[in-house]
């Protein structure tokens, strides 16, 4: 999953660390100039002045070398968009301006394991490269000392949608920025083609291929004035690519001279083909024809309803013997269908038999080996310095400030998350999370020995089986790689079912128990589990007594 977004608070703390780092170095050289100053006095006749000032400068520029970078990764806040087969560049860079030529360059999508590219140590690293992104990126050296980090993607492909992460390590200190590439595509020009004559005009056909997202089609006539369409088909081929077709009926005098005009809404273009068609292509109609052909319809429509009605004369005791046989085959139906029916309800009334003993059952599993209901309170010890602790330990939220609290081995201090008090070896246990707010959020358990310090991958394998509900609306569970999950709003209060015995953590739906996910048994090895929470900006997380 996506790192925590650490810019709303590792921000201004990096900017005190930094300023009581300045201060500190600008107090050093103070006090090495007083030093030299001292020295030159009493050495005034022995050496010269210009090496005094040498060696000052000397030393100021070596401790000024040793003050750690700190910087924030800035992307484009507005999604950046491609056209398939060409290239584009997805644009980042460093604030303040500074070189990123001896940093570490990572863009990526979801995994940071897996790189779109990567470069390190001066120069590209090839071999850490996605299959499908060989030969296509270039990272845009010029601009790496001003601090400029663009990725040039080539030969853009339908499959290169999505989100990528824009991530810059200094030694110890990094950052990252996420930004959004949406892919469009120009389909051919509209073909246009008269296909015949139908409702007194003339039918025209507008076909067109290759259009990512799907194109907006319209007809227009010389005035410019929208015409109806008498049919529009749209479809994706082998390519994902969508095709279309459209026809509408040109009637003369009217809309002989019209257009069609294919738009990509995304980019605000379209293509557009037009045709003329004159008079001599329209059917003519003489009016003497016309009176002669209706009265010959009627003649004949008289003379065949004639022999229609001494031809029905016939049928009709022949239909009503074919009715009779119908009734009796159609009574013999339904009786063979109550037959069926009623040895469906015996087979309802055998399988009902058998839920019920399945549901004694449980009752009878849940008496032998009942689940607890924990109180759990979260451990102040644990929690990240951003996050706010209230009602005796049942209720945390995010603050915008860095607490000054004790930087303990048992505190986290990169993701924003805490852990419950005491844990849990053995036994069923159950305890419930409400949410409240609109931010992201994570609920589940971790084990005790769970890293707290630096980089840390919500993952089994690292220790922490959990749900997540992000910014952007989406619902994961944090196994590896994430499940998504189908829901379409965040759940209001969430029941965390952990069997230790069985090694197995569930996540239900407190409010109309329905089920979330379930890591399966054997997934949580042995040892002490906690109770976990992680929370990001805009969250309530209260432990439910």
Request: proline share 6%; hydrophobic share 35%; net charge negative.
């Amino acid at each position: 999953m996506d790192e925590d977004f650490r810019n709303l608070g590792t921000s201004e703390r990096a900017q005190n660390c930094s300023k009581a780092y300045f201060q500190d170095v600008s107090d050093q050289v103070t006090m090495k100039k007083m030093k030299v100053l001292s020295f030159c006095h009493s050495s005034r006749s022995s050496f010269p002045l210009p090496g005094f000032i040498v060696f000052f400068l000397t030393c100021y520029v070596h401790k000024m070398e040793s003050v750690p970078a700190t910087f924030t990764v800035i992307g484009p806040r507005d999604p950046v968009t491609a056209i398939l087969g060409q290239e584009t560049v997805l644009p980042c860079h460093l604030s303040p301006r500074m070189s990123a030529a001896n940093m570490e360059v990572r863009w990526f999508h979801s995994e940071f394991s897996t790189a779109v590219h990567l470069y390190r140590d001066g120069k590209d690293q090839y071999e850490r490269q996605m299959p499908e992104y060989q030969g296509r990126t270039e990272l845009l050296k010029a601009g790496l000392t001003d601090g400029n980090v663009h990725l040039r993607l080539l030969n853009i492909r339908r499959s290169d949608e999505g989100q990528y992460h824009c991530f810059v390590q200094d030694d110890t200190f990094y950052e990252e920025a996420v930004l959004e590439l949406w892919i469009a595509g120009l389909g051919s020009a509209p073909l246009l083609s008269v296909e015949g004559h139908q409702d007194g005009g003339i039918r025209v056909v507008c076909r067109s291929a290759g259009w990512y997202p799907e194109p907006e089609v319209l007809w227009r006539n010389l005035n410019g004035r929208h015409l109806p369409s008498l049919s529009v088909t749209k479809s994706q081929g082998d390519n994902s690519l969508f095709e279309t077709e459209t026809a509408v009926i040109v009637t003369e005098h009217l809309n002989q001279n019209l257009s069609s005009c294919i738009r990509n809404t995304v980019l605000n273009q379209e293509k557009e083909s037009a045709v003329y068609i004159a008079d001599p292509f329209f059917p003519k109609v003489n009016p003497w024809m016309v009176g002669l052909s209706v009265i010959l319809v009627v003649l004949l429509c008289c003379i065949g309803l004639t022999g229609y009605l001494f031809k029905m004369k016939g049928k009709l005791t022949e239909e009503v013997g074919k009715r009779d046989i119908e009734i009796d085959k159609r009574d013999k139906e339904i009786s063979k269908r109550d037959i069926e029916i009623d040895k469906r309800d015996k087979e309802i009334s055998k399988r009902d038999r058998e839920i019920e003993k399945r549901d004694n059952e449980i009752r009878w599993r849940r008496s032998v080996a009942p689940i607890e209901e924990a109180n759990v309170t979260l451990d102040p010890d644990t929690a990240h310095p951003h996050l706010i602790l209230t009602e005796a330990g049942k209720s945390v939220t995010r603050g915008d400030t860095w607490q000054d609290l004790p930087d303990t081995p048992e505190r986290f201090d990169s993701r924003v998350c805490v852990l419950g008090c005491g844990g849990f070896t053995a036994g069923r246990h159950c305890w419930e999370v409400e949410v409240e707010g609109a931010g992201g959020w994570a609920v589940g358990v971790a084990r005790e020995s769970v890293r707290r310090k630096g980089r840390i991958r919500c993952s089994p394998e690292e220790g922490i089986w959990a749900v997540e509900w992000d910014w952007w609306g989406q619902f994961w569970a944090l196994t590896s790689p994430v499940t998504p999950l189908t829901r379409s709003r965040a759940p209001s209060r969430i029941r965390v079912c952990l069997d230790c015995d069985r090694g197995q953590v569930t996540f239900i739906e407190a409010g109309d128990e329905a089920p979330i996910f379930t890591f399966p048994p054997g997934s949580v090895p042995g040892g002490r589990i906690r109770p976990w929470l992680w929370v990001r900006g805009g969250s309530r997380l209260r432990l439910c007594p």
